[in-house]
C-alpha cells in the first residue's frame, strides 16, 4: 500500500499497519512527539491501523488537532484522579478545548481549591503509573449495562441516545479507569508531563437551565514544564488585560443586573465606539458601499422564508404584535434583502454593496455571558454584495483586501480559515462545490495561505473566516465573508442582465470587525487600555500646576477643540504629582502642563505616555504632531 505524507513524498508497505508504527518508521523523533493524526483529512488514533492507499498527516502537539488529542487524554486523567479522590462523583462529559480542556462533574459539593490540589496531585501519581490507553468497543446493550454496573447514569444517556444507530460503542480504559469516548487519545499517559486545573465554575447538563447543575473543572496541559509556565504567565497577564477590569476603569461600558448581557456604553465608551464607526464608514464609502438601516423586528413568515425560523430559531427572542408571530432580528441580512427588492435592478447595477451597523440580538445562556465578549445584543457591522455569478472572485478579492488593510490598521496578525458545507444546510451540491471553489481560488489568487475547517460553513453557505492574534498570541474571529446562493432563491431576487433577461444575483454576506462591542473587548485587552492616540476617548490631559493657571489652560482646550482634539482639565485643588499618575492611571496618550513659566513664555509642558517628558513647547507644534498623528491612525 502507498502512504502519501503531508510533503508529498509516498512510503510503500506490503501490509496493513498502525499509523503510531508508520510513524516509527518515518522517524522516532516523530513518533515521540505523536499525539494524533490525519488519514484523509479526518482526525485519527495513532491505533487506527491503515490497510490500503491513502494520504497520511502524523499530529504533535505543533497541530491544532494534535494539541486537541492531547489535552483530551488530560481530562481522563483528571476524571480517573477524580474517580480515585471522590467515587461518589458522577461522570459526564470532558472535551478538549482552545488552550485546555474541561470535565463536567455531578457532585454534591463543588470542588474547592484545595480539592483541586488533591486531584492534581493524583494525577501526576497516574502520569508516573505510565497507563497505556486502550480502545475497545461494545454493541450499545452491553455498553449501558457496563455504566450501570458503574453507576454511571449520565453516560448511560448519552449511549441510549447513540443505540438507535446500530453502531458499535468506543471506550478507553487506563488502568482502572474506564471512559465512554470516540477518541481519539494518546497512546498513553505518560506525555502528559505538566498540567494545571486553572477554574471551577457551574455548569447546566446540557447547557440547559432546566437540568442538574454540575461542576465544571477547567485545566490546561504541555508536553513540558516549561510551555505550561509560559502559558500561566500569559493567563496572568490576561488577567491584568481583562477588558472587563480596564472598562470599568477607564469608564468605558458596564453591565448591570437589569440587563445581563446587554452593555451600557458610558461617554468615554461611546467615544471609542463612535471614532470606530466613522473609520468603518469612511473606509466603506471609498469601498463603494451604501449605508442603509433595517428594522429591528419583522414578522414570522420573512425568517421563515430566509430559514432561520428552522435552522436559528433557538437563538431568537420572539414577540407577538396583533396576534402575529414576530423576531428581533439576530442578523441583518433579510432586512438587507428587502432592500434590494425595493426596485428591480439591471446588471449594470451590480455588484450593490450595501453596508448597515445593525444592532442584533441572540439568546445566549447567562453562563456563556462575557463582558463584550460574549452579549446578548451587539452591533454587527454587516454588508451585503448582490452580484452576477462572473463577479463572485473579484467582489471576494475585494473584501478580502479591505479586511486585510483594517487588522493592518490596528496592527493585527491573522489567519484564514474556509468553512465547508455543514450537515445542517440548504441547497444543492452543485451550488456548494461553486462557492467553496470560488472562495478557495479568491485567497489562493492573492497569496493568501488558508486552512480547511470542515463541515462548519454557514447552512446557507461555505465561508472564509478571519482569526486575528492579539499581542498575547490569543486568536479571534472576527471577519467573515459567506458566499450565498441559496437566499437569493428563496427570495427570488433578480436583475434585467445584458440580454434582457432575468438573472438570479449571487450574495455575499460580510463582516470586518464582526461585532463592535467584541472589537472595542479585544482591542482593550490588545493595548491593555492604552489605546492609540486617535482611538482614545481622552487625547490630551490638560493639567494646571496651580489654580491661577486654569484659565491659561482652558484657553489651550478651546484651541485643541477647535481642532478636533478631544481633551479634559483636570481643575482638582490636587498636587501636579497627583494629577500625573491619575492621567497615566488613565492611560491618555498626552500630558499638557502649564506653570508661570508656560503663561510667561505662551508654551505647554509635555508629558507623552510613551516618551515621557518632553519639555516645553509651542502649541501650534504640538497640534501640528498630533493632528499628523490621529491622522495617520499611528500605534
Not at 496531585?121 to 446493550?141: C, D, H, N, S, T
Not at 479507569?177 to 486553572?198: I, N, R, S
Request: hydrophobic fraction near 35%.
Amino acid at each position: 500500500m502507498k502512504i502519501t505524507l503531508k510533503d508529498g513524498s509516498v512510503k510503500q508497505y506490503d501490509g496493513a499497519m498502525r499509523a503510531a508504527d508508520i510513524a516509527k518508521d518515518i522517524s522516532m523523533g516523530l513518533y515521540r512527539n505523536a499525539c494524533s493524526c490525519k488519514i484523509n483529512g479526518e482526525v485519527k488514533d495513532l491505533r487506527t491501523v491503515i490497510s490500503e492507499d491513502c494520504a497520511l498527516e502524523i499530529l504533535t502537539f505543533d497541530d491544532e488537532d494534535g494539541k486537541k488529542t492531547f489535552n483530551h487524554t488530560a481530562s481522563h486523567i483528571m476524571a480517573q484522579a477524580v474517580k480515585r479522590l471522590y467515587p461518589d462523583v458522577k461522570l459526564t462529559i470532558g472535551p478538549a478545548i482552545h488552550d485546555g480542556f474541561y470535565y463536567d462533574f455531578d457532585t454534591e459539593t463543588p470542588f474547592s481549591p484545595e480539592d483541586l490540589e488533591k486531584i492534581e496531585a493524583e494525577m501526576k501519581k497516574i502520569v508516573k503509573e505510565g497507563l497505556a490507553l486502550e480502545r475497545f468497543e461494545l454493541p450499545p446493550q452491553d455498553a449501558i449495562q457496563l455504566m450501570k454496573e458503574k453507576d454511571e447514569p449520565y453516560k448511560v444517556e448519552l449511549i441510549e441516545e447513540h443505540a438507535g444507530k446500530g453502531e458499535n460503542i468506543s471506550f478507553y480504559k487506563q488502568g482502572e479507569f474506564t471512559e465512554l469516548c470516540a477518541g481519539p487519545h494518546l497512546m498513553d499517559v505518560k506525555p502528559v508531563k505538566a498540567f494545571k486545573l486553572t477554574n471551577c465554575t457551574g455548569a447546566y447538563w446540557r447547557g440547559d437551565a432546566k437540568n442538574k447543575m454540575l461542576c465544571r473543572v477547567y485545566g490546561t496541559a504541555f508536553p513540558k514544564a516549561s510551555m505550561l509556565e509560559e502559558h500561566m504567565a500569559m493567563l496572568e497577564e490576561a488577567k491584568k488585560r481583562d477588558h472587563r477590569k480596564i472598562g470599568k476603569e477607564l469608564e468605558l461600558f458596564t453591565i448591570m443586573e437589569e440587563g445581563p448581557g446587554f452593555p451600557f456604553f458610558l461617554p468615554k465608551g461611546m467615544t471609542l465606539k463612535n471614532t470606530l464607526i466613522d473609520y468603518w464608514r469612511e473606509i466603506h464609502q471609498k469601498a463603494g458601499y451604501y449605508e442603509i438601516q433595517t428594522p429591528m423586528i419583522l414578522n414570522r413568515a420573512l425568517w421563515e422564508r430566509s430559514g432561520h425560523w428552522d435552522h436559528y430559531k433557538q437563538n431568537m427572542y420572539t414577540t407577538v404584535i396583533d396576534g402575529e408571530d414576530y423576531a428581533i432580528k439576530p442578523m441583518n441580512c433579510p432586512g438587507g434583502i428587502l432592500v434590494y427588492k425595493t426596485k428591480m435592478h439591471s446588471y449594470k447595477d451590480l455588484p450593490l454593496r450595501m453596508g448597515e451597523l445593525g444592532l442584533v440580538h441572540r439568546h445566549e445562556l447567562s453562563g456563556a455571558l462575557h463582558g463584550l465578549m460574549r452579549v446578548r445584543c451587539f452591533t454587527q457591522d454587516d454588508a451585503h454584495i448582490f452580484m452576477t455569478r462572473e463577479q463572485i472572485k473579484d467582489e471576494i478579492k475585494g473584501v478580502v483586501k479591505l479586511i486585510d488593510k483594517v487588522y493592518n490598521t490596528f496592527g493585527f496578525k491573522y489567519h484564514i480559515e474556509l468553512s465547508t458545507k455543514p450537515d445542517d444546510s440548504m441547497g444543492s451540491e452543485e451550488d456548494w462545490e461553486i462557492a467553496t471553489d470560488a472562495l478557495r481560488d479568491a485567497v489562493t489568487e492573492l497569496g493568501y495561505d488558508f486552512e480547511v475547517n470542515e463541515g462548519d460553513g454557514a447552512f446557507y453557505g461555505p465561508k472564509l473566516d478571519f482569526h486575528l492574534t492579539d499581542c498575547l498570541g490569543r486568536t479571534w474571529q472576527c471577519g467573515t465573508i459567506q458566499l450565498d446562493f441559496q437566499l437569493p432563491e428563496r427570495f427570488e431576487l433578480e436583475y434585467i442582465g445584458a440580454d434582457g433577461n432575468k438573472h438570479r444575483p449571487i450574495m455575499i454576506h460580510r463582516v470586518v470587525f464582526g461585532s463592535i462591542e467584541r472589537f472595542i473587548g479585544i482591542l482593550t485587552e490588545h493595548f491593555a487600555g492604552a489605546f492609540p492616540t486617535w482611538l482614545a476617548p481622552v487625547q490630551v490631559k490638560l493639567l494646571p500646576i496651580a489654580d491661577r493657571h486654569f484659565s491659561y489652560l482652558n484657553a489651550v482646550k478651546e484651541r485643541l477643540e477647535r481642532h478636533g482634539i478631544r481633551c479634559e482639565i483636570d481643575d482638582r485643588s490636587e498636587k501636579i504629582g497627583f494629577k500625573i499618575r491619575s492621567a497615566q492611571l488613565e492611560k491618555v496618550p498626552y500630558m499638557l502642563v502649564a506653570g508661570d513659566k508656560d503663561i510667561e513664555n505662551n508654551t505647554v509642558s509635555i508629558r507623552s505616555r510613551k516618551d515621557g517628558e518632553q519639555g516645553a513647547c509651542n502649541l501650534d507644534e504640538f497640534i501640528e504632531k498630533i493632528e499628523k498623528e490621529i491622522n495617520s491612525r499611528a500605534l
